[in-house]
């Protein structure tokens, strides 16, 4: 894992080994930074605080081998992203101040909740925070699905989409009637609309005519004049003009006489006579017009009126009547519509009713599968807590039935735990010791990691508050998880640290003006000389032979 410009960290590269893997160093040296470093890698929430004090981003890798991770592969798949030639997957986040975050899997830019769907897959995380959720009932549901294993996620992933698409039906339904006030008033108005509408016995660009005919009748007489002095000047009348077709047909004469001596002008005789022709067409034509042209008082009225009722028509529902019409016919659409709310209502209740039924079936089965599980884990966890150190312990999955529809199923649990004989079953809330506590989470991690599937484990000092026998014990159950995985375990206690396949130290170096944190891998005589610091605060003889007898022993075992 490569680490740039994070927290006190300016750049650091730490290659995590299979097995144990323990970091140490003095209480403030910077051990969680490196295991937030981690988490940043795998897309876990991270503030822009951490980003390095005079550094405007942050960025850190980490490499997987994914071989062994069918699950895994495939859900890359469907992103189109293949794992590298060595079976690899290279991780890569950064942060800026800005608050940009760029995410990327082998160089690949995807988005940070598909990257951090696939960090969840490579690293089950185990800090002090997320300690604090495994008290969560809900935390300790999922816990229980997953120890029911592929039988038990699928019909917690069933259950769920049932009441997905059940909430989804009830709130439409819901929502049609309550709206059922509103749908009746919708339907009176339409109603009044397409009525109004087809009362006007609208034509398609009907407005440009009647404009075209209120122009006629309100300039009769300017028209009449017009008209009538036209036809004076191409056909005759009174008035101290010569008529335009009385001078082509003179013309048209002239012009004939002339091509009879010259016949080269014959095609402008046609052309005049062509033109007679057209003029005393024309004429006739504007005769007719004039003749049609007359004032009517009452039509006018009629016209005006008219075109005030598509004025009107078109201010309510389109600047056009074509869009009048159309909104006739789409408000004749939502009428049908809303007439067969109440067929709808009834499909959506008979949906509700099936989804329901499916639900508790299933949810049924659900609840068969987890009180199996939780029996089988009772006397897992009583096994594994006997091996640290609370062999007298008693631990039980408590069963509440939980009222209406829910994603989770038809019930609550919770675990309970009694540390000592003769103490009531308690919530893993009301254990009053840190160390209890710890002890039977690494129990429930313990469990589950062999069911498979994570490769890596990270413990943030799950050594916290014991010591002695039970302290030792938790060393062995540590073992115990690396021998199959990976792990990675920050540590106050040289018991653990002894058990190590790769022993980091962490400390931070520097002067007045700056501080950054150093990762070292510590060899044979740094692990000697580190197992004495925490074992005696200093290098005491004694210690220094105890912290080699305890790697010797380590490495025995």
């Known amino acids: 894992m490569d680490i740039q410009d994070f927290g006190l960290i300016d750049n650091a590269s730490v290659e995590f080994s299979p097995g144990l893997n323990v970091l140490t160093g003095e209480t403030g040296a910077g051990k969680s930074i490196v295991i937030d470093a981690l988490q940043m890698a795998l897309g876990h929430r991270v503030s822009t605080d951490l980003i390095r004090t005079g550094r405007e981003k942050a960025r850190v890798t980490a490499i997987f081998e994914i071989g062994g991770l069918p699950d895994l592969i495939g859900l890359l798949s469907g992103l189109d992203i293949e794992p590298g030639e060595d079976g690899t997957l290279l991780l890569a986040r950064e942060i800026s101040k800005t608050g940009r975050n760029i995410c990327r899997l082998n160089g690949q830019a995807v988005p940070l909740n598909q990257y951090r769907e696939i960090g969840s897959c490579l690293v089950d995380s185990l800090s002090q925070h997320e300690q604090h959720s495994l008290l969560s009932p809900q935390y300790q549901l999922n816990l229980l699905d997953s120890f029911g294993g592929p039988g038990a996620a699928g019909l917690r992933k069933k259950i769920g989409q049932i009441y997905t698409s059940w909430r989804s039906v009830k709130e439409r339904l819901l929502a049609l009637q309550e709206g059922a006030r509103e749908r009746l008033r919708r339907l009176e108005m339409l109603r009044f609309q397409i009525e109004e509408i087809d009362r006007a016995k609208l034509s398609p660009e009907e407005d440009e005519i009647l404009k075209r005919e209120h122009s006629l009748l309100v300039n009769a007489e300017k028209v009449l004049s017009l008209a009538g002095e036209c036809c004076s000047l191409l056909c005759g009348g009174d008035g101290p003009y010569h008529c335009v077709t009385e001078l082509l047909s003179k013309a048209r004469q002239s ?303």
Not at 511 to 522: F, G
Request: aromatic fraction near 4%.
């Open 255 to 557: 012009l004939l006489s002339l091509s009879r001596l010259d016949d080269s002008v014959k095609p402008l005789h046609d052309v005049v006579e062509d033109a007679l022709y057209q003029m005393q067409d024309t004429g006739r034509q504007l005769s007719a017009y004039r003749d049609n042209i007359h004032s009517d008082p009452e039509q006018l009225k009629n016209v005006e009126e008219r075109l005030f009722l598509i004025r009107d028509l078109k201010r309510k529902y389109s600047d056009s009547i074509a869009g009048v019409l159309e909104y006739r016919d789409q408000a004749a659409v939502e009428i049908e519509a809303l007439e067969n709310n109440e067929d709808s209502a009834a499909a959506l209740e008979k949906d509700a009713a099936r989804l329901e039924e499916e639900w508790l079936a299933s949810a049924r089965e659900l609840s068969k599968t987890r009180r199996e599980t939780a029996r089988k884990l009772k006397e897992q966890v009583k096994a594994e807590l006997a091996s640290l150190e609370m062999g007298k312990a008693d631990f039980l999955v408590s069963f509440e039935d939980k009222p209406g529809f829910s994603a989770s199923g038809l019930e609550k649990i919770e675990y309970l735990i009694s540390p000592n004989p003769g103490e009531p079953l308690k919530p893993l809330t009301r254990i009053a010791s840190g160390g209890e506590l710890a002890r039977v989470i690494l129990a429930l991690r313990t469990i589950l990691a062999r069911l498979g599937g994570m490769p890596t484990l990270v413990f943030d000092e799950v050594d916290t508050g014991i010591g002695g026998r039970t302290l030792q014990s938790v060393a062995e159950k540590l073992s115990e998880l690396a021998a199959g995985g990976q792990v990675i375990c920050v540590t106050h206690a040289a018991v653990i640290a002894a058990r190590a396949d790769t022993h980091f130290h962490i400390a931070k170096e520097g002067d007045d003006s700056r501080t950054a944190i150093r990762i070292e891998p510590l060899g044979e005589e740094r692990r000697v000389q580190e197992l004495t610091r925490m074992l005696s605060g200093s290098e005491d003889g004694l210690a220094s032979e105890y912290a080699r007898q305890m790697l010797e022993d380590a490495g025995r075992l």
